[in-house]
């Protein structure tokens, strides 16, 4: 995160103050980080916020509008695609569909001045095909393949030339359901074994934060926040961070009073609020428009005639069961909450089998600690 | 019905006339209005003719050189088409199209207009320049000017065919080549030429089908030179015989076999990259 403090020494890719303008879109705008070594980064965003754009800047299918890219602390101001040390994953896999899978995946040593010998390069694509569980398919042609198995040829095409970085587009977005969790699983295992530096793009926020040691939140070019999993669910920045990375209940409303990290804040119906303000959040003045933020793991639920006591909570609120899903160890209700609006909350089993459980249309009270509420800028 | 009876008529008019030519090469007569018996003698007559194999050799040559030749600069005009960007390329696309449109006796005029131009300022430039007391060379209408010719008409052709493959390939390719860090040449040899090789393919099959079959343009530029249509075209003023319609069934069936392969090519292509997608 210091990515102003110049080549730090353990950091694969840099990014110095970089814009990509396409006419008058600003595709990625003034965007400076830094990915450690070894980490499995994510850009994530919603579609059109620069992901794909930021990482083919690395890949150098891209030059800078400003600023300048680094990788292993050399600028890359143009230097072409083929001499950049990274390889890329597509969206589309990009497979050769003229050559077989074996000659695919052997493509980028063949390409080399100094290339491996037949015997060699057989016994590197054997290792690669077995590295994706692919083994004896490497005669196969690349249109046979499952999407799954397309995909993982891309992979091993990508890795066999131990790359400094793995940059991967949406590697997952065209897989049904089943595969991406086993293929998540997968690359993330892949990653820890070959420690390499992956870079993945993703919007699905599941994705990064399942995977990803380091995530970076995009918006319309530019980071909204980045950091560990951990930090950007725990103490998002403002509100669009906090709707992204997880589920949260949201109440609207502006800043009455602030006193030190407690934020106060008032609702159009006039009802008062108290949260916390985040770790790195932008000041927050008397006036502004802000959310109160809680996560519905944070929300306790109780029975009607239960007050704030009982709950063991900073407040109490009365409500009626709209829904229930049962999920195992949790049991997610939906609720509404006539001051509020439905409230998501998401009960232990510990304490759901102490209470016996809610059903649809069930009065309740729910509850949360003023500090375990959040109070976030709305943009 | 009437839409019916109507197109089998067209069909009819369309084909019949060939059927006949085919039939009538097979006449063991030697008139070509009644047909005699079956027999194939007249193949074996017309490829005993020592003039008519000159003009099918120089043919062959033409069709061949023109075809290559269209091919090579084709393919490469198409590829820097597809660099160009803006009103330029939107320009020269134009130009191609109409190009292909031009009427064969417009472009047999204005090449011999031409090459006759160019002949009579460079034979005078020559003629001064050449170091030798021998005789210099003499530029003058032959095999060089009907190729040049044919090779300007099929061009576009070839142009419009890879053009065409270019445009429907995937880009992401050429990028995950230059990725696997292939240099640009590299990419060009291993991903780029082998995608559009049907096309150049197909284009090479229909400019050398169009050289071959052409009697317009050859008509204008051969000069003393003689090609198979403009053969067959000096005998028939002798009347047409069983010999000419074997000639005949010959071209065709040459020229339907080369059209068919072209055809098979760029559809085959189509296919398997939609299956990819
Ligand atoms: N080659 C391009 N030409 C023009 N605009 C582009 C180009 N590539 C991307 N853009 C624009 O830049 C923005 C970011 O695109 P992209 O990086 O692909 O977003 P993402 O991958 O997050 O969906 C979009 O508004 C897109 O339309
Ligand atoms: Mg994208």
Redesign the interface.
């Known amino acids: 995160m210091t990515a102003n403090s110049a080549h730090l020494q353990d950091a694969d890719i840099e990014f110095h103050g970089v814009s990509k303008h396409f006419g008058d879109v600003k595709a990625v705008d003034n965007v400076s980080l830094s990915v450690a070594r070894g980490s499995f980064f994510s850009f994530l965003g919603p579609s059109g916020c620069g992901k794909t754009t930021s990482l083919r800047l690395i ?3 891209e030059q800078p509008t400003h600023g300048d890219v680094y990788i292993g602390g050399e600028a890359m101001i143009g230097v ?4 950049r040390p ?3 994953v ?1 969206q ?1 896999y ?5 050559m077989s899978v074996a000659d695919n995946i052997g ?2 040593l063949r ?2 001045s100094s290339k491996p010998s037949k015997t060699e390069l057989r016994k590197q694509i054997d290792e690669s095909l077995e590295m994706v569980r692919m083994s004896g398919y490497g005669n196969r042609r ?2 046979e393949m499952s999407g799954g198995q397309q995909q993982r040829v891309a992979l091993a ?2 890795l066999i ?1 131990r790359p400094t970085v793995l940059l991967l587009d949406e590697p997952l977005a065209a897989l049904d359901r089943k595969l991406r969790r086993d293929m998540q699983i997968e690359l993330q295992t892949l990653q820890r074994d070959v420690g390499i530096t992956f870079i993945l793009v993703t919007h699905d926020q599941e994705e990064a934060l399942s995977m990803s040691s380091n995530i970076c939140i995009m918006r319309d070019g530019r980071i909204e926040q980045s950091g560990s999993p951990r930090e950007l669910y725990d103490q998002p920045i403002n509100r669009y961070v906090a709707d992204f990375v997880g589920k949260t209940n949201f109440v609207a409303g502006s800043v009455t009073q602030i006193n030190g990290q407690t934020v106060c804040m008032k609702t159009g119906n006039g009802r008062s609020f108290f949260g916390m303000k985040t770790a790195g959040s932008p000041e927050l003045d008397v006036g502004a428009r802000v959310s109160l933020a809680i996560r519905p793991e944070l929300t306790v639920v109780g029975s009607k005639a239960s007050n704030a006591e009982d709950l063991n909570t900073d407040t109490a609120f009365q409500g009626k069961i709209r829904n229930q899903i049962f999920l195992g160890e949790h049991t997610e209700y939906l609720i509404d909450v006539e001051e509020i609006g439905d409230v998501l909350v998401l009960s232990p089993k510990s304490i759901e089998s102490a209470s016996g459980g809610f059903d649809p249309g069930e009065y309740v009270t729910i509850g949360w600690k003023n500090d375990q509420a959040h109070v976030l800028k709305d943009s | 019905m009437v839409m019916r009876v109507y197109s089998f008529v067209v069909y009819l008019f369309l084909y019949v006339p060939i059927g006949i030519i085919v039939l009538f090469s097979f006449n063991s007569g030697r008139h070509a209005s009644e047909f005699v018996g079956l027999s194939s003698k007249w193949y074996g007559k017309a490829l005993s003719n020592p003039f008519m194999m000159d003009a099918l050799t120089s043919s062959l040559i033409i069709a061949f050189s023109a075809a290559t030749l269209s091919s090579i600069m084709g393919t490469t005009a198409a590829l820097a088409l597809q660099r160009m960007r803006g009103p330029v390329r939107v320009i020269f696309d134009g130009l191609i199209y109409i190009s292909i449109m031009i009427p064969g006796i417009v472009i047999g005029i204005a090449t011999l207009v031409a090459l006759v131009t160019v002949f009579d300022i460079l034979n005078p430039v020559l003629a001064a320049i050449w170091p030798d007391d021998n005789r210099p060379p003499k530029l003058s209408l032959g095999y060089i000017s009907v190729i040049a010719a044919h090779t300007l008409f099929t061009m576009s052709l070839v142009i419009v065919l890879v053009r065409a493959r270019i445009t429907g390939m995937d880009r992401t390719l050429i990028e995950a080549s230059q990725d696997l860090y292939a240099t640009p040449w590299q990419t060009f040899c291993q991903i780029t030429l082998p995608q559009i090789s049907p096309a150049i393919l197909a284009g090479f099959l229909l400019s050398f089908t169009f050289s071959f079959d052409d009697f317009i343009i050859s008509f204008f530029v051969a000069g003393a030179n003689t090609t198979l249509p403009i053969y067959i075209f000096s005998s028939i003023r002798r009347g047409i015989t069983p010999e000419v319609n074997a000639i005949g069934t010959m071209v065709l069936v040459v020229s339907l076999t080369l059209l068919i392969i072209a055809q098979v090519l760029l559809r085959s292509r189509e296919n398997k990259s939609s299956r990819d997608n």
Do not use: D, I, T
Not at chain 1, 80 to 83: A, D, E, V, Y
Not at chain 1, 94 to 98: D, G, R
């Open positions: 890949a150098g299918f072409p695609p083929h001499k990274v390889n890329m597509f589309s990009a497979l050769f569909p003229h493509y980028g390409q080399r690349v249109w095409r990508a030339n």
